[in-house]
C-alpha cells in the first residue's frame, strides 16, 4: 500500500511540475504589461524632468513646464520601453538615456498596455498632416492659439483622464509640475483659443 501511495505522489509531483514548465509566456503580474521590449516610438512629446543623466523621470500626467530640468523628448524617438514597480522605464535607443516613467491607471482611465498603444507606435508616426501652428507648437511643446486638439496632443501629451474625462471636452487640464496645473481652452472649431491658469 506504500508503495502505490508513493508511485502516485511521484505522479502526481511530475505532472504537476510539468504543466508548470516555462511555456514561453510570461505571467502577468498584478498591472505589469505584454505590450514591452521591442523599439517603439513615440506619438505624442514626452516631457520630463531631467535632474542629471542618472535622474530622467517623466509623468503621465505630463509635466509641461517650463521649470528647471525641463526637456522635451520630441515624437519619433527611438527608445525600448519596460515595465517598472512605479510605471514603465523607457531606455532610449538613440542616447540611452533611461527614463523613469511613472503611470497611474487611475489617472488615465485605462491600463499600461492600452496607454501603451495610446502613446506609442511600433513605427515612425508621420508629423506631415500637421498644419503650420500645430508644427510650431509640437516643435516648442507648448499649446499655441489655433491649433487642433491632436497638435496639442502631440505637444503637450495625452491628457489625463481624471482632470479631462473626455476629449470632446472644451478644455484640457494639463500639469506645469507636480503641482500646478493650467487649462488649454478651445473654441467651437476644436482649436485653441488660448490658455487659463
Not at 524617438?77 to 491607471?105: A, H, Q, W, Y
Request: aromatic share 10%.
Amino acid at each position: 500500500m506504500k508503495k502505490v501511495c508513493y508511485a502516485i505522489l511521484v505522479l502526481f509531483v511530475a505532472w504537476t511540475v510539468s504543466g508548470c514548465r516555462d511555456s514561453g509566456l510570461s505571467p502577468i503580474k498584478g498591472d505589469q504589461t505584454q505590450k514591452t521590449g521591442k523599439v517603439m516610438y513615440n506619438k505624442y512629446n514626452i516631457h520630463v524632468h531631467y535632474k542629471n543623466a542618472r535622474d530622467i523621470k517623466a509623468h503621465c500626467a505630463n509635466w509641461t513646464g517650463p521649470f528647471s530640468g525641463h526637456r522635451i523628448i520630441p515624437p519619433n524617438t527611438p527608445m525600448v520601453v519596460k515595465p517598472s514597480p512605479r510605471g514603465l522605464i523607457l531606455e532610449r535607443t538613440d542616447n540611452g538615456e533611461k527614463i523613469s516613467f511613472i503611470f497611474s491607471k487611475k489617472y488615465m482611465a485605462m491600463d499600461k498596455d492600452a496607454y501603451i498603444d495610446t502613446i506609442f507606435s511600433a513605427e515612425k508616426a508621420s508629423l506631415d498632416h500637421f498644419s503650420a501652428v500645430d508644427q510650431q507648437g509640437i516643435k516648442s511643446g507648448t499649446a499655441i492659439k489655433g491649433m487642433t486638439k491632436e497638435g496639442v496632443k502631440a505637444a503637450l501629451g495625452y491628457p489625463a483622464a481624471h482632470k479631462t474625462p473626455s476629449l470632446n471636452d472644451s478644455e484640457w487640464i494639463f500639469w506645469t509640475n507636480r503641482f500646478g496645473t493650467y487649462a488649454v481652452i478651445f473654441d467651437k472649431n476644436n482649436r485653441v483659443s488660448g490658455t487659463r491658469d
